[in-house]
């Protein structure tokens, strides 16, 4: 950007120069007037770093992954141990060129307890907030070398992804996990190896699925630890976070015009002393990733699996409002509409849940 603007401004100064030398024309001077306006122009236009790709037809819609648990800790007989998922999500809009044009980040961190005894500490019917639903209350601007709040650092990374391509996304100065870029280092002093791998794989994953130029990108996310089980003398147990993602456009008129749905889900297992078992060192795939995989279309009523069906509700929403997604039929937390539940059997709670995140964070 700054080789951009150098070589603007000495173009403006090299016609400018040019024309007062030759000394008298007045048409050459308004010519240089002119193109020194011009420069100038395209001189803030290239400074507006943090300005919106002006992309045109149609845009693909992604969603990204990146998640570690290998932040998680035995208990000791002081202190209880913690299972910990740290899921970074990335939902990016991408034009024609390859380019990203809205990109939105956002982290599930959960720690669930674990005693030296193989209990479960945490409450499992809590809800756990992300790091940007957290917002100035997750805590980091006071310890921040920058003064900058995780959020607020999230959206300065994001920014700078706007209007990169992967490959410029990808070849970023990073040392030890910090970004280096000069354009970055005053905004983020974050790690920010997830942030780079889950846009990436957004950008890889993103599909036509009608999103337009001028729509708004949003990113919902609810997760839950309410599937953990604690550890007995017989087998381990399982600390388990789980993640619902939605990414979607919405238009003017607030109709959604394209959706994705995911899950993460984290199983960090767990002795009966409350050491941890699980591999700390292993990538945690998402459940589209899995793909069948997974293994639900075995045991499913209708024969698809779950990456198909969670397909199947986001093609449902788009084309719809946020009221007419909420006014969905449901029966004990599934759809009840025939022709929707010979798609989609899992329930939908937790999806419409995330839609209605999602459409409020598009802005």
């Not at 800790?73 to 299972?83: N, V």
């Not at 639900?296 to 409002?321: D, F, H, L, P, R």
């Not at 025939?338 to 989609?344: K, T």
Request: a negative charge; hydrophobic letters at 45%.
């Amino acid at each position: 950007m700054k080789k951009k603007l150098v070589a603007l401004m000495c173009a403006a100064s090299f016609v400018a120069t040019a024309f007062v030398g030759c000394g008298s024309n007045d048409a050459a001077n308004e010519t240089a007037e002119q193109t020194t306006e011009q420069v100038a122009e395209q001189t803030e236009q290239a400074a507006a770093t943090n300005a919106p790709v002006a992309a045109e037809g149609e845009l693909l819609t992604g969603i990204g992954t990146s998640v570690s648990i290998a932040d998680s800790a035995d208990a000791t007989a002081d202190a209880d141990g913690t299972a910990q998922c740290d899921a970074t999500i990335a939902a990016v809009t991408v034009d024609s060129n390859g380019a990203v044009v809205e990109c939105v980040i956002d982290i599930a961190q959960t720690k669930i307890g674990v005693s030296a005894d193989g209990k479960i500490t945490s409450d499992l019917n809590a809800e756990y907030a992300s790091k940007r639903e957290l917002g100035d209350d997750y805590g980091m601007k006071k310890a921040s070398a920058i003064g900058k709040e995780w959020y607020e650092q999230a959206d300065a990374f994001a920014a700078w992804t706007v209007g990169k391509t992967a490959d410029e996304i990808s070849g970023m100065a990073i040392e030890q996990g910090l970004a280096t870029d000069e354009d970055l280092v005053a905004s983020v002093s974050i790690h920010v190896t997830g942030f780079q791998a889950a846009v990436l794989e957004a950008m890889n994953n993103a599909v036509a699925g009608g999103a337009q130029a001028g729509d708004k990108l949003g990113l919902g996310l609810s997760t839950n630890i309410a599937n953990s089980v604690d550890a007995s003398a017989d087998a381990e147990g399982t600390a388990e976070a789980y993640t619902t993602i939605s990414v979607l456009t919405v238009n003017g008129d607030g109709v959604i015009t394209s959706s994705l749905i995911d899950a993460v889900q984290a199983k960090i297992t767990f002795d009966a002393n409350g050491v941890i078992t699980a591999d700390t060192s292993a990538d945690v795939p998402s459940k589209d990733e899995l793909g069948d995989a997974y293994g639900m279309k075995a045991a499913s009523a209708i024969g698809k699996e779950w990456n198909e069906q969670a397909a199947a509700y986001a093609e449902y929403t788009v084309g719809k409002t946020l009221e007419e997604v909420e006014g969905t039929a449901v029966e004990e937390g599934r759809a009840a509409d025939a022709d929707l539940a010979a798609s989609v059997s899992i329930h939908i709670t937790d999806f419409n849940n995330v839609i209605a995140k999602a459409v409020a964070s598009a802005k």
